[in-house]
């Protein structure tokens, strides 16, 4: 067995990991390095290996610095299985077209000034139609189930309590007689996280490869924090102001909703129109709601209070552009909830 890290090793984006077994190779995650430009750039790098010799993707979530090479790895070269839990791929199915898009318009936008300076125009990263080429080759695998993968390899997803669908990683590889387990970590969530169960525990390996990106590092309180937020909103009301949220369109934007389900008469929400106003938050949010067999069991006991989405009765959904910018006509009482890369552009 031979194990080698290509992402995520001096900083925390673009995870990749290779793993050599029987005669076969695996590819732990295969993420989008993301920063500044000038490490972004380094996604047009080469791969240090040849994506035609992967036997199989082992993904562990969703989120772009783990699965956003994918399509990239496909383009260049690799066929095989790329393997997922269920809700990560209805996740990817959103995050890598939405990923092939934004490509294609930082190419056409890149193109634009390099025509003014009469410089040879750039392709993007991938395409589209890369991606739905990607999505053509993941299988999907429930928690807990246990599958050999390839000759001598078998795989067992564990909840990682990180995001929807979030996956630990459980290899055993038989080689020459001699089984040894390795377990890959993904990303894990905090215990108490709204909606999800908590991390599972596995009790034994021979290997183990762990994220650390708040390995030095204690969380704040959870009750401290939501009851900031209900300040903040009481805060807002006496002001007769608007509130404006934003948050990750995955994971954290499911969370804002939950607690302002969950706190909806105590904050008296009532009051609020609340939008959530990001296309890829609603496509991911209604995701979500397909799998309420993955919750915990406060949040199971939330979405039998329910028949349909969205947990909140004032809740508006804006997809277009146009009811988008219909939110900018309200002065007062919207709590509006949006992606956090507004703040960046």
Known sequence: MHIEFYGATSGVTGSCHILRANGQTLLLDCGLIQGRREEMERNRNPFPFSPAEISAVVLSHGHIDHSGRIPLLVKQGFTGPIYT???????????????????????????KRRKRNKAPPVEPLYTVDDAAAALQNIVRLRYREQREILPGIQLRYQDAGHILGSCSVELWLNENGTERKVVFSGDLGQYDTPILNDPAVIEQADQVIIESTYGNRRHRDRQGTIDEIGQIISDAAHQKGNLLIPAFAIGRSQEILYYLGKYYDEWHLERWQIFLDSPMAIRASKVYWEYPHLYDEEATRLRKQVNEMPFLQNLHLTPLPKESMAINRIKSGAIIISASGMLTG
């Open 85 to 111: 839990q269920n809700a990560t791929a209805d996740l990817c199915e959103i995050l890598l077209q939405d990923a092939a898009f934004l490509q294609e318009k930082d190419a056409q936008f890149e193109n």
